[in-house]
């Protein structure tokens, strides 16, 4: 099936929150912090503004706790004494003219009586950079398998390492915006947002008002990528404050250069292996320790970190395995969501440490992967058994052959020779990713999905799991149209809207498809059944079904309801991170080709073959285009994104200067599926949003560290780095 | 504040208003115009998500400012024809959305300008149209069928 939306994206008519037509609005604007931590001393408002033509909002304009309520209640809806962080929010603005509301916010100065901030999360604190505990650490966590120490004690060789990745910005194309307005006593916020649900409960918080006078409503998503799972709420919250304040409807969008100074990123990393390893490679230990930079509000950090820690040892089997996580408190812009959500940083230290290993051992890092990989009966890191069925060494091995990588091998060391100023080299990772909320995350969340019968016979999905380009919209339309027999066209997909949808749970995790979509299925079951039709009912029966129905009980639609349950056979304790971190891992290889251009030290993507695991495809247009996308941002990542930090912030906050890859930037994404349905997701699938991004950027470096002899152990691998690298190389 | 009045063709129609001086032609079409088909996605010339044709040529109307529109020929995403987009929807050339009209804009004038691809690949060619969902695949081959013309598309269907 064809995606249900696209005609009206490609022709323009989509309307976004910033195309809605909305009458008599005020712009709103925000002014912020202008340093990384202190007292705010006096707020002052230039001489040459008639302020009282301009809405005003601070703290004590917020009816409820100042609080954006989320894992912690730590951040401040609107800073009132002390800053954390630049760019943190302390004053809201809004006017009819936007070109007035900007020169106005321009025109308030914040003064700050700074304090000493601690700017760098590797960096032991010093006692007046404490802010958080008694140390910073904002989440300690913890996995132990098996006796480390002793293991690596006796292991013939050990192999060390320490590797780090930078921020990355999420560049959805859309930026981040909400509008405000009053409905009788209802307020309702509209916007662009992968989480109704979190909105509202941080409106209802923050505003003291109950779930009856609020409603938020997504409008269709220019991009998400993590960036709008928990950021949104407080643009949201500014948007409420100012039209509550005014009466009058607010629009705050924000334009690209606050969207990228202001918001979230993804948390940079250091990360340290020390490997015990048998003589042919085989792994007898691994000791991981991951830190990574919150910056100055916990927000999700503590719920990245243990993504980051369950996906550190790779999809190796190994007896004793001790994971220690950090993140830390800093005084720079909190870091956030982002697809992959700690996964990709800790598995890109793992991949570049097995090629690391591999040279150190001189054996064939294929070889190495090869007797590593986890293997049906053995268990992970948290001591889950993997017992899916899949063959993981002949997805390498697909993925190997699709690249010609031994072939390619071969004729680079021709080419490496002989050729004046290129270098190539192949490379490979090997990885996983585990869908849904981790542990009993998806048990607590309680989702819920209703799918309701239309006068036409028709049906209409309601859930809280929107669209942001990933697909929702298709492929609930596809599980309701085959599950009752239905065409697409007789079905609708609810616009999420709070006072509408059920809570199905946040659209981030990879869960949508695969947990949600299972809701979707057993909701259209019990809608079968409401309307008196057995299980094996489809088409014209359904539809005449409900028809009946509808004559029957007019004004009152047959509702059919799914809950979510948890898989059988599925144990997490939390307390000592042992048993099943995820109901289903993504399996994958990755093996790209780079070209290094010694005059330049640019590295570029020739070849990219991406294989993976992911259940049973449901519609492959949409599947393979995640896998390219994913892998895009991933190569972005690995050569490129480099955010330029000043006193915590982003100072580079412009796509003049932070570079995402453009067309001519990468190769085609070459992508194949090898398909083993899982039983309990919907049709078979697992989630899959995700995964392509963990991949990309080890593949990708050890690729140049193949082409180059170089040894780079953080990414960006930028030109000016890779030229450092090969000067040093050269140097010995 | 002073304004101009300007007077150009949009969309083969003639249209009058009066702008302030800083108006960029993307404000002036999304907000005064109703015409919010053109996206912004970096307000700086570098996405292309604000692709426009003025006088035939495809530019980024964020960094045109309106009052220099006066006798000039203005054409948007708005005035396409939307039956010939098969290709886009079939190749999965959009996902999100926000880049789109901007790249079906710069297709389309790389579709009506064939010999150019004597001289670009169409990834070159669509390289100021950044995309952040796609990866560019379901873009590259949308447009490489695009402009092998109507007939091969049809026949694919
Ligand atoms: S908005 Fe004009 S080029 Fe990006
Ligand atoms: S489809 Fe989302 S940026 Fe291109």
């Known amino acids: ?732 | 504040m002073t304004t101009l009045t300007v007077a150009f063709t949009l969309n083969g129609k003639p249209v009058s208003l009066d702008v302030a001086p800083a108006d960029r032609l993307l404000d002036t079409l999304r907000y005064q115009l109703g015409l919010t088909g053109t996206k912004e996605g970096c307000g700086e010339g570098e996405c292309g998500a604000c692709t426009v044709y003025l006088d035939g040529l495809p530019v980024d109307s964020c960094l045109v400012p309106t009052f220099q529109m006066t006798g000039r020929r203005v054409e948007t995403i708005e005035s396409l024809d939307a039956r010939s987009l098969a290709a886009f929807e079939r190749c999965g050339a959009t996902q999100c959305g926000a880049c789109t009209p901007g790249v079906v804009m710069t297709a389309w004038w790389i579709r009506e300008h064939p010999d150019l691809l004597g001289s670009h690949t169409v990834r070159e060619l669509m390289a100021g149209n950044l995309c952040r969902c796609t990866g560019y695949d379901g873009i590259i081959d949308a447009v490489t069928e695009a402009v092998g013309g109507e007939g091969r598309e049809n026949r694919k269907r």
């Open chain 1, 1 to 732: 099936m064809l995606r249900r939306e696209a005609l009206a994206k490609l022709t323009g008519r989509e309307r976004y929150v910033d195309d809605l037509p909305l009458d008599d609005f005020l712009w709103g604007m925000t002014v912020r912090s202008p340093a990384p931590r202190g007292r705010i001393a006096s707020v002052r408002f230039g001489k040459d503004i008639d302020w009282s033509r301009f809405v005003v909002v601070d703290h004590r304009d917020i009816p409820g706790p100042n609080v954006v309520a989320l894992i912690e209640q730590d951040q401040p809806v609107l800073a009132a004494e002390s800053v954390r962080h630049v760019h943190e929010p302390v004053l809201l603005l809004a006017h009819r003219s936007r070109a007035a509301v900007r020169s106005a916010a321009r025109a308030v100065e914040v003064v700050v009586a700074e304090e000493p901030a601690a700017l760098d999360f590797r960096a032991v604190p010093a006692p007046a950079q404490i802010q958080y505990g008694k140390d910073n650490v904002l989440k300690h966590l913890k996995i132990e398998k098996g006796d480390v120490e002793r293991a690596l004690a006796r292991a013939p060789v050990v192999v060390a390492g320490t590797y780090e990745t930078g921020a990355q910005e999420h560049v959805y194309l859309e930026t981040q915006g909400m509008i405000a307005y009053l409905e009788g006593g209802v307020l309702v916020v509209k916007g662009s947002m992968q989480c109704p649900y979190y909105v509202l409960k941080a409106l209802q918080h923050a505003l003291g008002r109950d779930e009856t006078r609020v409603r938020v409503i997504q409008t269709p998503t220019g991009g998400g990528f993590g960036g709008k799972e928990e950021f949104p709420s407080h643009i949201a919250l500014h948007a409420a404050l100012l039209a509550l304040k005014s009466g009058r409807p607010v629009k705050l969008i924000y334009d690209r250069g606050e969207d990228m100074a202001a918001t979230t990123k993804r948390h940079p990393a250091l990360v340290r292996h020390r490997t015990g390893l048998a003589r042919d490679g085989r792994l007898l230990a691994q000791d991981i320790e991951v830190v990574i930079d919150g910056g100055a509000y916990v927000t999700l950090s503590p719920v990245v970190l243990s993504r980051a820690i369950i996906h550190a040892a790779g999809p190796y089997a190994c007896d004793n395995v001790r994971i220690t996580g950090r993140a830390m408190f800093t005084n720079a812009v909190p870091f956030g969501a982002f697809r992959g959500f700690g996964a990709p940083q800790s598995q890109f230290a793992g991949e570049r440490h097995m090629d690391v290993i591999a040279r150190t051992l001189g054996v064939d890092p294929v070889e190495l992967r090869r007797v590593n990989l986890l293997k049906d009966g053995q268990t992970t890191a948290t001591g889950q058994v993997i017992r899916d069925g899949t063959d993981r060494v002949a997805v390498m091995e697909r993925a190997l052959e699709l690249a010609r990588y031994r072939e390619k091998g071969h004729e680079h060391a021709g080419f490496n020779a002989t050729h004046p100023t290129m270098r190539r080299g192949m490379g490979l990772a090997t990885f996983y990713h585990g869908a849904g909320f981790t542990g009993g995350g998806e048990a607590a969340l309680k989702s819920r999905l209703r799918v309701a019968g239309r006068a036409d016979g028709g049906v209409e999905v309601l859930s809280a799991n929107i669209e942001m380009g990933q697909g929702t919209l298709t492929v609930f339309t596809e599980l309701a149209a085959n599950r009752l027999g239905l065409e697409p066209d007789d079905v609708i997909i609810a616009e999420a809207d709070t006072t509408r949808v059920p809570n199905s749970g946040p659209t981030v995790a990879s869960r949508t498809t695969m947990i949600v979509g299972g809701l979707v299925e057993r909701a259209c079951d019990d809608l079968r059944r409401r309307v008196g039709l057995d299980d094996a009912s489809r088409g014209q029966a359904v539809k005449d079904a409900i028809r009946r129905w509808h004559r029957e009980h007019p004004g009152e639609p047959p509702i059919g309801e799914a809950a979510y349950e948890r898989p059988p056979g599925i144990e997490w304790d939390d307390k000592t991170y042992r048993g099943d971190a995820y109901g289903a891992f993504a399996w994958a290889a990755y093996v790209t080709e780079v070209e290094v251009d010694l005059r330049t030290c640019g590295a570029r993507v020739i070849d990219f073959v991406a294989v993976q695991e992911v259940g049973k495809v449901l519609n492959p247009t949409l599947a393979r285009g995640q896998v390219q996308g994913g892998v895009v941002q991933g190569i972005g990542w690995a050569l490129m994104e480099e955010c330029k930090w000043q006193q915590g912030a982003m100072a580079n906050n412009q796509l003049t200067n932070y570079l995402i890859p453009t067309s001519d930037d990468v190769p085609p994404v070459r992508v194949a599926f090898v398909e083993n349905p899982y039983p309990h997701g919907a049709g078979g699938a697992k989630g899959l949003g995700e995964l392509p991004i963990d991949g990309p950027a080890p593949a990708v470096v050890n690729a140049v560290a193949r082409a180059t002899g170089t040894d780079p152990r953080a990414i960006p691998v930028t030109p000016e780095r890779l030229m450092e690298l090969m000067e040093n190389a050269v140097r010995g």
